[in-house]
């Protein structure tokens, strides 16, 4: 579960891409270290990583600090040039492996199998997503043991996501759900997310898309209790391009009625090329 958990997780530097969308094929490697800084100023490095690529597919992703772990990944394409399979190790050891199922109108699937300290093969998938043919995510549904989840994406007329909406194995309606908001340019203003019908977080968007601020708040959903503020450095790296080169997040607690600063996550991204 922890190291399935790990592979899903959506932090900014080490998310998995479950798409496998292929890399400039001159990048070599993306190093990534993590530092927490507190609010006295003393800073601490957390998480040091290497993201691996080879013609640009992720090939591994090896991290020391806080969490050591060494992830490889193996690629196998069709006659199409479409991704068919990907395989994940870690530490050595088989991890899940992704199928893609392409349909004749555009639309295409992913599953994601596990395998056995024997290394045998899960005969049903554990992870499941639904794509349409216009790149649009519909559902993503998690089986593991004793938990099974659905999660379900609306779109708006000119394909921008409006809602997401959770409900486990069991519900008879969603039990939490995310709302989205666009400008009338078409960019991501703002994400609700609810909890029990309850408000539990808002995030604000710059016009890239990047986060601006989250707020979180407390069980009645209408006072805040905590937020971070975010802020992103790009950087025209070349034959990269541009590039996101540090990200910082900064958490804030309301106490007596006033924002009281806490510590600082500060990310910072180099990239290197093939010589």
Do not use: C
Request: aromatic share 12%; net charge negative; charged share 30%.
């Amino acid at each position: 579960m922890k190291l399935f958990a790990l592979l899903l997780i959506s932090a900014p530097v080490f998310a998995q891409d479950t798409t496998f969308a292929k890399e400039n094929p001159n990048l070599k490697n993306v190093e990534v270290e993590i530092f927490l800084e507190s609010s006295g100023g003393d800073s601490q490095s957390l998480i040091h990583a290497v993201r691996s690529y080879e013609e640009g597919d992720l090939v591994g992703v090896v991290t020391s600090g806080i969490f050591a772990l060494d992830f490889k990944y193996t690629h196998k394409y069709g006659a199409d040039g479409k991704i068919a399979e990907r395989t994940d190790y870690v530490d050595g050891k088989l991890g899940r492996v992704w199928v893609y199922t392409y349909n004749e109108d555009g639309s295409w699937e992913l599953n994601g199998y596990s395998y056995d300290d024997e290394g045998e093969r899960s005969e049903d998938s554990i992870y499941v997503e639904k794509w349409n043919d216009k790149g649009n995510l519909l559902t993503v549904e998690l089986k593991l043991e004793g938990y099974k989840t659905v999660k379900k994406f609306s779109y708006n007329k000119d394909g921008k996501l409006v809602k997401m909406e959770e409900t486990p194995d069991g519900a008879t309606k969603p039990i939490s759900w995310e709302v989205y908001e666009y400008t009338d340019a078409g960019k991501l203003e703002k994400k609700e997310v609810y909890s029990g019908d309850v408000l539990r977080e808002t995030t604000s968007y710059n016009d890239r898309g990047d986060k601006k601020e989250s707020v979180r708040y407390d069980e009645v959903g209408k006072n805040p209790v905590s937020k971070s503020v975010y802020s992103t450095t790009y950087a025209d790296l070349a034959i990269l391009g541009e590039r996101k080169t540090e990200d910082v997040s900064t958490s804030y607690a309301m106490k007596n009625g006033q924002w009281v600063k806490g510590g600082t996550l500060r990310a910072k991204l180099q990239y290197f090329l093939k010589k």
